[in-house]
C-alpha cells in the first residue's frame, strides 16, 4: 500500500469496534485499537501472565514484551541512539512524575515558562515547583486566534529560564506548534524543554531527533493502543534527574528507574503487537523507522480531505466561531472545536450524541486556555476530532446533525 493507494475499508475491517453503529468522532478523547492490539493482549493475559525477571521460560519471555514494547516505541518516537521511553499508566503520572524529578534539582529564582494552551496535565505538575522558589512565566495565547507563537516564547524566555514546556497541538486547537523553532529558542538559553505529544501523536509520525527535544510524552491509548503513556527522555536530560524509583535500583538504570512500580505488561503486548498494524498501512513486512514514516504518512492523507470539509463547513457558518486554525491542511489536526453564537455546546454535543454520534464538549482540561479565549470552561467547545480510520459518511453524518441544530 502507498499513500496514494489507501483502502479505507480495508482499514477500518482491522478495528472491530468500527463496525458498531456508532460515529466515533471523539478519537482526541482516545481511539480504538486494531484486533490485533486486542488479541496480543487477550493472549498475553491468558497464556503468559507471570512476573518479570526470574530465569524460566515465561518469565524469560515476559521481559522480552516488555523490553521489545520499550524498544518499538522508541522507534515510533525516533529515539534510538540519543535517549529512552519510560512507559507508565497515562501522560498525567508521568508528566507529574518528572515535574516531581525536578522539584528536586530546580534552585529558588528558576524559571520555568508553561504555555497557557497547555492541558492541564502539562501545566499544573510545573506550577507545584512554585514552592521551591521556581518563577512560572507564561508562554501566552493570542485571544483571538489561540495561537501560540514562537516569537511570544522568546518574549519571555531569560537566561534563568531552566525548563519551557508546551503542548505540540493543543487538545483544543488542533494547531501544530514549530517544535523545533520553540525548542531551539529554549536551547539558546540553556533551558530544557518538555513537550506534550499527546493531540500530534495519533496523526503524524513523532521525530524527537529531528526536533531536538530532550522529553517528548504521548498517550498510547490515543495511538491505537493500550491505555498508557509514553515519554521519551535525552540520556543527558535523564541523567540531571534521580528517578522514584527505590534505593537499590541504580540512578543511571534507566528507564526503569524512572518507572516505579513498572509498567502494564499485557499493555506492552499491545504495543509491541501495534507495529503490525504499522506495517499493514505502509505496506511493509518489518517494523523499523521507515515503517513508522511510511504509515503515518497515509494517516495523513487520508485525514487531510475530512479536516478541510469539516473546517470549511464550521468556518463559513454565520453564527458559529471556529476555535484554531480557520483552515485545513498540513499545519493542523484532525481536532476542530467551536462555538454557538446562542447554542450551548451542551446542546449541540447532546443533538449529536442522539444520533449515536460520539463527540463532547467542556473545556477537555485545557481550562486556562478556555479562560483566555473568552470562552466559558464548564460548557467549554464542542470538539470532533476524528483520525485515519474515520470515513467520508463520518463527517457527512455529523453535518446533517450540525446543520438541523446550529
Ligand atoms: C494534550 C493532552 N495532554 C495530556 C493529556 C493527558 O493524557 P492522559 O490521559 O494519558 O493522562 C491529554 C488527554 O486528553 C491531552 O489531550
Redesign the pocket.
Known sequence: MTTTTIDLAAIRARFPALAGPTVLLEN??GSQVPEVVADAMHAYLRDTYVQLGADYGLSKRCTEVVQQAHDDVRVLMNGEGIGEVVLGP????L?RMLADCYAEVVQPGDEIVVAES??E??VGPWLRLEKQGAVIRWWRVDAETGSSTVDGLRAVLSEKTRLVTF?H???LLGEIVDVAAATAAAHAVGARVVV?G??FAPHRAMDVKAWGVDWY?Y?T??VYGPHM?ALFGRTDAFAELEGPNHFFVSRDDVPYKFELGGCSHEGCAGLVALGSYLGFLAGRASYDRRTVEEAFAVMAVHERPLQERLVAYVDAHPRVRLVGPRHGGAERVSTISFLHASKTSREISLAANAQDIGIRHGH???HRLCTALGIEPEDGVVRVSFVHYNSPADVERLIEVLDAVL
Open positions: 482526541a478523547g497515562s501522560s498525567s503520572q508528566c497547555g492541558h496535565a502539562n503542548p497541538v493543543s487538545n506534550d499527546v493531540a510524552g498517550s491509548y490515543k503513556g477537555m482540561y485545557a
